[in-house]
T-cell receptor
Framework: DGGITQSPKYLFRKEGQNVTLSCEQN?????MYWYRQDPGQGLRLIYY???????QKGDIAEGYSVSREKKESFPLTVTSAQKNPTAFYLC????????????FGPGTRLTVL | DQQVKQNSPSLSVQEGRISILNCDYT??????FLWYKKYPAEGPTFLIS?????DKNEDGRFTVFLNKSAKHLSLHIVPSQPGDSAVYFC??????????FGAGTRLTVKP
């Protein structure tokens, strides 16, 4: 059963702590993405990876970091440098960078206490 | 800078009637447009798309219309069903595949 999984579904963090959000896909997709959704706004691109061992900053990369050591995995770390980290985070993948259709995971809601 | 706008945060229609969801964009370089549907506690799923070389694309009950001169696209759902109740996101991408999303419209279809 192919798809994208994100864990955990809900995450609480104390201010000043780093936290890593998991994203795994078994679709054999080359490209992966991280988006952030805030109320009343569209999805905003944080980071993307066109292929394993490569990643690029999106529109709002400050305070975030990623790695792409395996094709299946694209974890996102929200660092203490991110000023407003409370949001809904969505991971997505596509067959390749040129493919428009993206497949999304169920998302992780991060709350900073 | 919101390049893709969905000005109606919500829409309510009666079952069996037509639902029309609208989306406006500002970047004339966008050449591919998509609609995604999102249920609560799930990620968005692809619904339908249209390339800028077309002005209409149909898939069953769903039709997307593109008006390039007005930089406007719309999604028509006919007939609407209660299971269509969800948040619908409009998205657009240019040649560099950088996709931009609207804020979404919550559709409620009443039985």
């Amino acid at each position: 059963d192919g798809g994208i999984t994100q864990s955990p579904k809900y995450l609480f963090r104390k201010e000043g702590q780093n936290v890593t959000l998991s994203c795994e896909q078994n679709l054999n997709h080359d490209a992966m993405y991280w988006y952030r959704q805030d109320p009343g706004q569209g999805l905003r691109l944080i980071y993307y990876s066109q292929i394993v061992n490569d990643f690029q900053k999106g529109d709002i990369a400050e305070g975030y970091s990623v790695s792409r050591e395996k094709k299946e995995s694209f974890p996102l770390t929200v660092t203490s440098a991110q000023k407003n980290p409370t949001a809904f985070y969505l991971c997505a993948s596509s067959i390749g960078w040129g493919d428009h259709e993206q497949f999304f995971g169920p998302g992780t809601r991060l709350t900073v206490l | 800078d919101q390049q893709v706008k969905q000005n109606s945060p919500s829409l309510s229609v009666q079952e069996g009637r037509i639902s029309i969801l609208n989306c406006d964009y500002t970047n004339s370089m966008f050449d591919y447009f998509l609609w995604y549907k999102k249920y609560p506690a799930e990620g968005p799923t692809f619904l339908i798309s249209i390339s800028s070389i077309k002005d209409k694309n149909e898939d069953g009950r769903f039709t997307v219309f593109l008006n390039k001169s007005a930089k406007h696209l719309s999604l028509h759902i006919v007939p609407s069903q209660p299971g269509d109740s969800a948040v619908y996101f409009c998205a657009a991408s240019a040649f560099d595949n950088d996709m931009r999303f609207g804020a979404g419209t919550r559709l409620t279809v009443k039985p």
